[in-house]
């Protein structure tokens, strides 16, 4: 399918009416949440996907803001006929807490003094912006993430959301990330921040109606690049080329090409990002781990979502190693997971850049979605001597058509269909057992969502209870969970 472009978006913004307790105990008031959303959510809402954004990213993931001269930062991804396709799902993405482009962060209006928070926003972690994440699925009536994605930061929220959340995420695809940061992952981020902090216009945080410390924060985005990238990919970009000159200038000028794009990688960063955001931020990656009493195995005990781990075998910030451990620590409690590496020189950078093997892999992944990815599990049935009035006012109460009848075993003896109810009027019936169908057409948890599409279209009905194999019902799978899900194939 061809891919496109979403064109023009824009960004939304939620205020919670309720305080965010955060992990560290400190209570924020009057947060406001940055997102955007790409697609439209289905009458289920099963097709929603959540976006994590890494260290620098934000909410504006895809498409285009007016005036601007690039796409958000997942545009290779997301959008019509990519791998995050809007024409099957609803794709979120929101600015982390302690960002700066929209959420509240330590440049935000303080509501207790009217300035800047600066150091007075509280200490923030991973688990904090993921709940905050939740707050806004929750605004959005969505009770069920189709997915979680994300790369590097964004993976460790993605890891996060499947333990604080084991019931709300359907699929995880955690990308080149870590369960935990590594002491050469804080060594990076604490001389970044030493570089923030170094300089002297940072004030003590208190520089928003002073000079900007872009001094300090360019130098921080200059290390982090360089962990960003690898030598294979130096070389290939700059080798040991001279910028704008035949010699060496013999003085401490810049003399490569290497030099000349970390100086404007640092300094483009300064006018896009907040000084103290960098500070809060890299210090919730450092925070971030979750082993429990140093058992990774242990903090996923109570994982119900079925996984894709991507690692990038060139990334040297966040290695193929790191990423094994969330593999193994994943099988080891069962959990349905998938593993693959990608080939690419480009360093961490890769799950950015790599557009061609990501939506191939992530497209491949979604593709093999089953039943038991989809189907609701909170389903309502009753059992063969409710009476046709009961039956009818779960119907209109639930808003729903159809309900599995079930036997005092749990078994599925059969189905009603508000069509069936109809007949008790026309036909002057009056007991359940009289209406309903016995001879129920059902799906299997692990039937792919086709099979289960087929056996709808042939049938002509829209709605199949999913049994176990000892022929309890498990849930139930529905057009409107589906259709959207197959985009112009149902
Ligand atoms: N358009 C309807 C729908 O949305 O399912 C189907 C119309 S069909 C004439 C209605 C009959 O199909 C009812 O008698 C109902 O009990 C039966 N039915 C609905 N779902 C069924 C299922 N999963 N297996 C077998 N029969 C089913």
Known sequence: MKRESLGIVNTQYYNPSHDLILEGGERLKNITIAYETYGKLNKEKSNAIMVCHALSGDAHAAGWHEGDRKPGWWDIIIGPGKALDTNKYFIICSNVLGGCKGTTGPS????????PYGLDFPIITIK???????????????????????????????????????????????IATSAYSSPQQIAFNEVGRRAIISDPK????????????????ALARMIAHITYL????????????????????FDFSTDFQVESYLHYQGSS?????????????????????????????????????????????????????????????????DVDVSYIEIKSNYGHDT?????????????????????????????T??????????AAQLMIAEKITHIP????????????????????????????????????????????????????????????????????????????????LMAGSY
């Not at 520089?207 to 924060?217: I, K």
């Not at 690898?230 to 200038?249: A, I, T």
Request: glycine residues 6%; negative net charge; contains cysteine.
């Open 230 to 249: 690898s030598n294979e990919s130096m070389y290939e970009k700059f080798g040991r080329r001279l910028q704008d000159k035949d010699e060496y200038s």
């Open 128 to 174: 904090d912006m993921v709940n905050v994440q939740k707050m806004l699925v929750d605004h959005l009536d969505i009770k069920q993430l189709f997915a979680v994605i994300g790369g590097s930061m964004g993976g460790m929220q993605v890891l996060q959301w499947c333990i604080s959340y084991p019931d709300t995420v359907r699929m995880a695809i955690p």
């Open 351 to 379: 799950f950015l850049i790599e557009g061609g093997q990501l939506n191939y892999i992530i497209g491949n992944f979604f593709s093999d979605t089953l039943v038991r990815d989809v189907m609701s599990h909170d389903m």
């Open 381 to 390: 049935w009753i059992r063969k001597d409710t009476s046709i009035e009961d």
């Open 202 to 217: 940072w004030n003590n945080g208190e520089y928003y109606s002073l000079e900007f410390p872009d001094e300090g924060l």
């Open 108 to 115: 935000s209006l303080n509501p207790e003094t009217g300035k």
């Open 269 to 333: 960063f300064t006018k896009r990002f907040d000084a103290n955001t960098y500070l809060y931020i890299t210090k919730a990656i450092d925070y971030f781990d979750l082993t429990e009493n140093g058992s990774l195995a242990d903090a996923f005990k109570n994982i119900k979502t079925k996984f894709l781990i991507i690692s990038v075998d060139s990334d040297w910030l966040y290695p193929p190693s790191q990423n094994k451990e969330i593999l193994m620590a994943l099988s080891t409690n």
């Open 405 to 484: 009848v079930v036997s005092d075993n749990d078994k599925l003896i059969g189905i009603v269909t508000a069509w069936d109810i109809s007949k008790t009027v026309a036909l002057n019936l009056k007991n359940l057992e009289d209406i309903m169908t016995r001879d129920v057409i059902t799906a299997w948890p692990d039937d792919s969502i086709e099979i289960s599409a087929q056996k709808m279209r042939k049938y002509n009905i829209s709605s199949l209870p999913v049994v176990d194999d000892t022929g309890r019902v498990i849930g139930i799978i529905t057009t409107d969970h589906i259709s959207t």
